[in-house]
Structures are given as C-alpha cells and as structure tokens.
C-alpha cells in the first residue's frame, strides 16, 4: 500500500491488518475481523449492518512485533461507513474512526501498522486490504 500523505485523504498510515475482536456489551459481544487499521480507525468485516455514527467499545489485542511486546488497546470508535460487501464477501464492511484514543496507544498503533507494512504486506493492493479471510465472515458469539 502506498501512502504519501497528499493523494489519500486519511490522515493516518493504513495496512490490511487483520485482528480478530470483540465489541458490545458483556454477553452480548459481536465477533469481528478487522481488514485493515490506522492509528485513526478501522475497517471491519461483519456479518450484519450498523448505522452511522454507532458508538462502539473495542478491544484489539495486538501481538508482539519486531522488538516490541504485544498490548490490548481498549478504546472507542464512532462507525463512519457501513456497506453490503459483494454477494461472494456475505457481510458488511464497517469504517470507524477511533474517539480519544490515548497518545500512547496511537503511537504504538502507528509503529504497529508502519512495521505491518514494512515487514508483512510489501506490495499489498487497497483491494487486498478488504477482503475477508476465505470461508470466513464475523459471527455473533
């Protein structure tokens, strides 16, 4: 993915990072699969819509990289975006923006998705970033 700062309009760095995640409230959780991630939001794949401006209470658990630990972020998000993924896709891709998320966990998002790129997704293409795994859709737990 190429990201120079002036042709795409986001702020932040992306890559098509996927991370499996829970968001709702105690046992009611909905499982989700991120299809990529800036230090300035998500995209997600999920198996039913979700109307602008939702709020939603996140945890992403993120593994250890390079020489750095691996951290739960625990933060909230406002959905931007909702669409109906192709007939093939069986879901819905959800944009969200992070809301007041701490300096330190963005900081360590953005070394996350610039190591990402650097190391696991050389020449990634934006229409890799939002497939979904194969044979795989996020389902309600």
Not at 13 to 21: E, K, N
Not at 83 to 95: D, I, M, N, S, Y
Request: hydrophobic share 35%; net charge negative; glycine share 10%.
């Amino acid at each position: 993915m190429n990201w120079d700062g002036k042709t795409d309009r986001r702020r932040h760095r992306r890559a098509p990072i996927r991370i499996i995640s829970e968001f709702g409230d105690p046992g009611s959780e909905v499982r989700v699969e991120t299809a990529d991630f800036s230090a300035g939001g998500f995209a997600c794949w999920m198996n039913h819509p979700v109307q602008s401006l939702t709020k939603l209470g996140i945890r992403f658990e993120f593994p250890s990289f390079g020489e750095e630990p691996g951290r739960p972020i625990d933060c909230e998000a406002v959905v931007v975006r909702c669409e109906r993924g192709r007939p093939e896709q069986k879901g819905w891709l959800v944009a969200a923006a992070f809301l007041g998320l701490r300096g330190d966990d963005k900081e360590f998002i953005e070394r996350y998705v610039n190591w990402h790129e650097a190391v696991m997704s050389p020449g990634a293409s934006e229409e890799d970033a939002v497939q979904p795994l194969e044979g795989h859709t996020a389902t309600p737990e």
